[in-house]
Nanobody
Framework: EVQLQASGGGLVQAGGSLRLSCAVS????????IGWFRQAPGKEREGIAC????????AYVDSVKGRFTISSDNAKNTVYLQMNSLKPEDTAVYYC????????????????????WGQGTLVTVSS
C-alpha cells in the first residue's frame, strides 16, 4: 500500500523559510515520479515541483522557480521541499504526491499525471 505522510508546515513571516518532508512507504522514491502540489483557498490544486522517474531532473512552476527546491533522500525514502523567500501568496495546503491510481489525478508540468496523495500540510505566510 502506497502511503505519503507530509509534515513541516506552519506559520512563517514573509521572506522566511520552511522545509516540508514527505515520508514514503509502499514504494521506493527513486523508482517513481514524485512531486509537491499546493491548493490555496478557492483555487485549483497546482503542481509546483516534481521529479520525473525517467531522468531525475526536477521541474518547477514559474512562481516558485529560484525559491523552492525539491529533493529526495533514498536512504530515508523521503521527499523534501525546501521553501525560501516565502511570500503571502504561497499560503496553501501542500501535498506530496506520486504516480498512482487513487482516483484523484492532477497534472504537474514537466513530469506528468499524479494519482497518489499525502494528507496535506498547511503553510501560512504572513505579511
Amino acid at each position: 500500500e502506497v502511503q505519503l505522510q507530509a509534515s513541516g508546515g506552519g506559520l512563517v513571516q514573509a521572506g522566511g523559510s520552511l522545509r516540508l518532508s514527505c515520508a514514503v512507504s509502499g514504494f521506493t522514491v527513486d523508482d517513481h515520479m514524485i512531486g509537491w502540489f499546493r491548493q490555496a483557498p478557492g483555487k485549483e490544486r497546482e503542481g509546483i515541483a516534481c521529479i520525473s522517474s525517467s531522468d531525475g531532473i526536477p521541474a518547477y512552476v514559474d512562481s516558485v522557480k529560484g525559491r523552492f527546491t525539491i529533493s529526495s533522500d533514498n536512504a530515508k525514502n523521503t521527499v523534501y521541499l525546501q521553501m525560501n523567500s516565502l511570500k503571502p501568496e504561497d499560503t496553501a495546503v501542500y501535498y506530496c504526491a506520486a504516480d498512482g491510481d487513487s482516483g484523484t489525478y492532477y497534472y504537474a508540468s514537466g513530469c506528468g499525471l499524479f494519482g497518489s496523495w499525502g494528507q496535506g500540510t498547511l503553510v501560512t505566510v504572513s505579511s
